[in-house]
Structures are given as structure tokens and as C-alpha cells.
């Protein structure tokens, strides 16, 4: 076990954080050249009393500032269905913006955000507050909305990759 600070480097931090299993799950959000969304490694509930949510947004993250401008988002659980979804959205050259979403199956919810079709459930919410540090951002959203997939398998990150 390391216990200097020094010694946990990026590739070490993901290795650390690599020992939890995740829900694969993208954020979305509509902005005004139309849907973006990212990966997201970090999003997780805050509170059930308000209903928040919490997401970590890399500060380089193009559609971080469509989330602040549009004040909503959806948090979107891939079920094993959504595999393309994750490819396209996690592959390094795939394309940016609404370009992203062409070809997939999506809809929204109360907010407009995008909802995609293949998932276990998504979460929709308005955005309420943020702190940035470090080069990233936790945005808090509550959730005014949400649909569940009872029977949908969910596509889980484990370890680095995604468990088939």
C-alpha cells in the first residue's frame, strides 16, 4: 500500500479507482448547436432530500459549458444495449457536439435533455450549482425527472474496460 501522496500518479489514480465496478454512463445535455454529451466516470447521488445529483466535469469538456448555458443535463445508465452508445461517445476520434448523437436512439424527458433509448434508467435534471478545482468541475443537479428499465441489463466498467 502507498501512503506517500507523492507517489499516485494519473495512471495509478485510474488504476486505484479501477478496483470499483460503475454503471457505464454518459451525460447529456442540449445546448444551441443542438445535443452533447461525455462519459462520465463520477456521477453519483448527493442528496434524496432535495433529490441532487452529483457529476465531475473535466474542465476541457466541450459540453461542460452547454450544461451552465442550457441549465439542465441527464444522467444516462447504459444497459448492455447501449454498447454503441459507449463506443461512440468513449472512442477518441469520434465526432464532437451533435454529431455524436447522429444515428443513435434517443428522446428526453421533462428538461429536453437527451435521453437515450438503451439504458437501465436515465436521470433528468436541472442544473443547480458548481465548484470547480483542480482542473475539473462538480456540477450538482437536481432531479426532476427520471425513467427506469426494470428489465435491462446494465453495461458495467470494471478494471479499465467494460464487462461484457
Partial sequence: MTTDPQAITIPAFW???GARAISATIVT???EGGPQGFVALSATHFSATPPL???SVSATTSALAGIRASGVFAVNFLSREGRAVYDRFAAKDAPKGAARFEGL???ALATGAPVFAATTG???CRFEEAIERDGATLIFGRIVDFIRHEQAEPLIHFAGRLQD
Avoid: E, M, P
Fill in 15 to 17: 488504476t486505484a479507482l
Fill in 122 to 124: 436515465a436521470l433528468d
Fill in 53 to 55: 445529483v452529483t457529476v
Fill in 29 to 31: 445535455t442540449s445546448g
Fill in 105 to 107: 436512439d434517443y428522446g
